[in-house]
């Protein structure tokens, strides 16, 4: 946990040194602590700070909710991304565009739960192997409806939608940022209060029914947390492929439990945000996350193998 964590460190700090306008290491802890240049106080603090915040809190948020899921359904497949709720999130703000922070989150979280209903009605009494079928095909399905959508909006908003669509934090600032912390906190709340009872539904039902954990209420308390913080880390930084799916997984590698999840998350959007400015042409960090989940899935479905045969 350390040594991811200092990696996470590191990589925010370099997010505070690189750009279009290189800053020396010396200069950004000047810029942090009050001194330093004009120029550099404004750059780090008026462009680049904000951005930095937002990808750790993303990258957490994500991580954590996925985390959720995918312990709740015993499948690391099961992550919001693969269960098309990201998706549905993400129909809803490019159906209705609006430009309010809690406007487009409110249409998210609409877009979602009404996802996350159709997962659960069409995968009711269904194994978890078929319910993230269903979950992948509701994906899918969101992908057309936007693609539906691209094609009949006008030329400006359909490439405003693409570049929101790709994934990127590059264009936070202060502005969204206290909106974004406010709007995940009572999912965080939410979800965090029912996280006692996570280690005994990672077994099965009936050791956490026989030792009185209300099963029930419970997975419904953190499914919606997770709908709702993928609901509005979409509207901030729309579908950020993969970070639910991966970061869960390499904590699970390590062993820990949600909160490595957290940190690996952080470090994980931290990292690839780096790389994306490091890159000869600029990229959106969820490029980069989609890249990096596609390997892991396919990873995931190889060592799983017997059990989806099964």
């Not at 809190?57 to 991304?81: E, F, I, K, M």
């Not at 690839?272 to 396919?298: D, F, H, N, Q």
Request: aromatic letters at 6%; proline letters at 5%.
């Amino acid at each position: 946990m350390i040594r991811v964590s200092l990696v996470g460190i590191l990589a925010y700090f370099a997010l505070l040194c690189l750009g279009a306008v290189p800053l020396a290491p010396l200069d950004v802890l000047a810029a942090l602590t009050g001194g330093g240049s004009a120029r550099a106080v404004q750059v780090v603090w008026d462009l680049r700070l904000p951005v930095a915040i937002v990808t750790a809190v993303v990258g957490a948020s994500l991580a954590t909710a996925g985390a959720w899921t995918s312990t709740l359904a015993r499948n690391p497949l099961a992550s919001p991304d693969m269960l098309g709720i990201s998706g549905g999130a993400a129909v809803a703000v490019v159906a209705f565009p609006v430009s309010s922070f809690w406007e487009r989150a409110g249409l998210a979280l609409v877009g979602a739960v009404v996802c996350l209903l159709l997962l659960l009605v069409l995968g009711a009494r269904r194994s978890v192997h078929q319910l993230i079928l269903i979950g992948v095909a509701l994906a899918l399905f969101s992908q057309a409806a936007v693609s539906y959508l691209l094609l009949r909006a006008d030329l400006m908003r359909a490439t405003e939608a693409q570049v929101w669509l790709a994934g990127s934090t590059s264009f936070a600032r202060w502005p969204v940022v206290v909106p974004l912390l406010l709007g995940l906190l009572p999912f965080l709340v939410l979800g965090l209060s029912q996280q006692r009872s996570l280690p005994i539904l990672a077994h099965d039902d009936a050791t956490a029914i026989s030792l009185g954990v209300p099963v029930t209420r419970v997975r419904l308390l953190l499914v919606i947390a997770a709908t709702g913080i993928v609901a509005v880390v979409v509207s901030v930084v729309g579908p950020l492929a993969f970070v639910a799916l991966v970061a869960p997984q390499l904590a699970r590698m390590m062993g820990g439990g949600v909160l490595l999840s957290a940190i690996w998350g952080a470090t994980l959007l931290l990292v690839c945000a780096v790389v994306a400015v490091l890159l000869p042409v600029s990229a959106p960090v969820g490029l980069l996350t989609s890249a990096i989940g596609g390997v892991m899935l396919v990873y995931l479905v190889v060592s799983r193998r017997s059990s989806w045969s099964s």
